[in-house]
T-cell receptor, first 111, second 113 residues
Framework: GENVEQHPSTLSVQEGDSAVIKCTYS??????FPWYKQELGKGPQLIIDIRSNVGEKKDQRIAVTLNKTAKHFSLHITETQPEDSAVYFC??????????FGTGTRLQVFP | GAGVSQSPSNKVTEKGKDVELRCDPI?????LYWYRQSLGQGLEFLIYFQGNSAPDKSGLPSDRFSAERTGGSVSTLTIQRTQQEDSAVYLC???????????FGQGTRLTVV
């Protein structure tokens, strides 16, 4: 079936360090891979997305890489700041285009 | 305007009662999703509406759950004969089209006592 695995479940870094979150997906037909940030008590918000015809995309301190052959994609946050602390979710589109989410990564950035 | 609106924001109900959760998507968005998020957990897909196509109901956990989307806009998620394990935050999202940014509402926190 359609499945997205996400690692790690928790990640603690020092302010200024980089953070990397990795996801793998099962459906080879997936072609859209968004990343969401969820702060306490709020709905998830899109921070970056990538499509299957692109291998890498960058937006300031955030970048996403996609390896279609291996069916995995990663989120990279550089120069982390305390306000980056949140839960991050990856997602992949599946057949019928519904979005399937990973289980989330709780990122804590310590000053 | 503007964002995805969900109501109520909180709902406490007794076991066995039916509940209706409402989602007002962003105007013009053709795609609408419902997800369930248990405490500290990920987003569990429930149902997906895309335009006039038949909805993808493959995530509904039991026949006590149903959803409709009237006129391609407002959606209602109905849970019949609620059980304690139904307690969770129910999130609605909408997007302009398939495989585009999905905007989430704040969610409805459902507590079954």
């Amino acid at each position: 079936g359609e499945n997205v695995e996400q690692h790690p479940s928790t990640l603690s870094v020092q302010e200024g360090d980089s953070a990397v979150i990795k996801c793998t997906y099962s459906d080879s037909a997936s072609n859209y891979f968004p990343w969401y940030k969820q702060e306490l008590g709020k709905g998830p918000q899109l921070i970056i997305d990538i499509r299957s015809n692109v291998g890498e995309k960058k937006d300031q301190r955030i970048a996403v890489t996609l390896n279609k052959t291996a069916k995995h994609f990663s989120l990279h946050i550089t120069e982390t700041q305390p306000e980056d602390s949140a839960v991050y979710f990856c997602a992949a589109s599946a057949r019928s285009d519904k979005l399937i989410f990973g289980t989330g990564t709780r990122l804590q950035v310590f000053p | 305007g503007a964002g995805v609106s969900q109501s109520p924001s909180n709902k406490v109900t007794e076991k066995g009662k039916d509940v209706e959760l409402r989602c007002d998507p962003i105007s013009g968005h053709t795609a609408l999703y419902w997800y369930r998020q248990s405490l500290g957990q990920g987003l569990e897909f429930l149902i997906y509406f895309q335009g006039n196509s038949a909805p993808d109901k493959s995530g509904l956990p039991s026949d006590r759950f149903s959803a409709e989307r009237t006129g391609g806009s407002v959606s209602t998620l109905t849970i019949q004969r609620t059980q304690q394990e139904d307690s969770a935050v129910y999130l609605c999202a909408s997007s302009w089209d398939r495989n585009t940014e999905a905007f989430f509402g704040q969610g409805t926190r459902l507590t079954v006592v």
